[in-house]
Each structure stands twice: as structure tokens, then as C-alpha cells.
């Protein structure tokens, strides 16, 4: 599998920091190296076997190439030069079996590491799948509550609705109430008006009628003082006439007539002057 270059370069990347940060005792594992360079396990894997063969290649090992101290030894002996390259097999051969034990180790170490890490990447895959679950759960409580939630609103909308007309039907009513009132005050304050320039009016009128009865009662003593002059004036013209009506009788008695009809004569002006003092009395 052939992997993306720039993913191969991340995985690198955070596999030569780990391995730094280890101070280079132990490799980094695929698990910590996925999870830092946010790639699948399948690039981590591959991308952790190149980053080992790379790292393997980088160390030294025996060449075909004589060692220096072979080349400056061309004059020892042939059993010597024999016995040199025999340990320089032997160390070639020796460095060979524990390369391949380190990279058989590595391998084992790495599958060991994989095996975890798949492990690990199943857990986390059945860890977000529960939660997932759960969310998927929680979704359809919230979705319900929201369904509830979205009825009470409608609810709620058509009560507003209603509350609005009603408030509106009052504030109409309120409207005219206040209008109502408005023309009452305007006319209680008319009729206060009228009624203060009644009550204005008969005060005026009291007083005239008071001026008047005064006024009146002014003209009665003065026509009652009038009339008691004048009743007393009559009295004495009446006691004088009377006084004057004993006298001619007297005088008449005195005379004594003799004739019947000078004697009615006499009578019948007796009988006028009495007429004539009634109507004065």
C-alpha cells in the first residue's frame, strides 16, 4: 500500500519527536503515533514499518569494504590476514543474525504494537459507537421535548393570540369607558356650571327678593303708622260727632214738637246722621 506523501512525512515526523523525546531508548508504539499525526491505523502501520526500516538502515554494519587496519597490516602474515577476515565474517555474520533478531523483535514488537492498537482503535470505535448510541438517544428525548416544547408553543401562540384579541377588545372597551367618562365629566362640569349660575342667579334673586321685602315691610310700618294716624284722627272726629249728636238730641228733646210730621222729619235725620257716623266708625 502506497501511502500519501504528506501523510508519510507526518507520520515521520511525530515518530523521529517521540523517538527524540524518548531519548531514542525505545521506538514510539503505532497507537501514540496515530493519535498524535491523526492518521488511520492502516497509514500508521505502514508508515511505522518504513520509519523502522529507515531507522534500521541508519545503523552500521559490516561492508565488503578492508578495515583500515587490515589494509596497513598488508605485510602480516597470511594467517594472520586469514584469522582478520575470519573475525571480520564472524562479526559481519554476528552483526547480521542480530540484525535480523532486531528486526524479527521489532516485528513481533510491532504486530504486538498493532494487535493493541487495533484493540485500542475497537474500544474507542465501540466507546464513540455507545456514545453515539447515547446521543442518538438523548437526540430523540430532545426531539420529543422539542416536539412538546414546539406544541406548547403553538399553544401558547393561539392563547396569545386569543389574550391579544381580548386585550385589544379591551383596550377598545377601556377606549370608549374612558370616552364615556370623558362626555360624563364634560357634562357633570357643565351642568356644574349651570347649576353654580343657578345657585348665582337665586342668590341674586334672594337678595333682590330680600331688598324687596325689606323694602315692602319699610312701605307696611310706614302704611301701618298711616293708617293708625288716621285711625286715631277718625276716632276723634267720631267722639266729636258723636258729642255733637247728644247735643242736637238734647237740644231736640228740649224743643218737644207737637206735629206727627215734624216729628218724622226729625226722625228720619236722627236716622241719616246715624247712617252718616256708621259709615264714618
Known sequence: MELNPTVRERIFSVADQLYAESGKASPPTVDAVRKQAKVS????CTGMREWRKTTRSQVSIATDELPTAL??????????????????ANEALQAAQTAWQAERSETEVLSQQMASAYENQ???LEQKAAQLTHLAEEGARQA???????????????????????????????????QHAADLRRELDQAFEALTASLNSAAELRQAQSRECQE?????????????????????????????VATL?????????????????????????????????
Open 249 to 281: 238730641q238734647g237740644k231736640l228733646s228740649a224743643l218737644q214738637p207737637s206735629a206727627p210730621a215734624s216729628k218724622r222729619r226729625r226722625k228720619d235725620a236722627d236716622d241719616r246722621k246715624d247712617g252718616a257716623i256708621g259709615k264714618i266708625s
Open 71 to 88: 589494509i596497513q597490516a598488508n605485510t602480516a602474515a597470511l594467517h594472520a590476514l586469514w584469522h582478520q577476515a575470519t573475525t571480520l
Open 144 to 178: 420529543e421535548q422539542m416536539a412538546a416544547l414546539q406544541q406548547r408553543a403553538d399553544a401558547l401562540s393561539d392563547d396569545n393570540i386569543l389574550l391579544t384579541a381580548t386585550t385589544e377588545q379591551a383596550r377598545a372597551r377601556i377606549a370608549d369607558v374612558e
Open 41 to 44: 491505523m492502516n497509514d500508521a
Open 122 to 124: 475497537v474500544l474507542e
Open 216 to 244: 315692602l315691610r319699610r312701605q307696611l310700618e310706614g302704611c301701618r303708622q298711616q293708617v293708625t294716624k288716621e285711625s286715631a284722627a277718625h276716632n276723634a272726629e267720631l267722639r266729636r260727632a258723636r258729642e255733637d
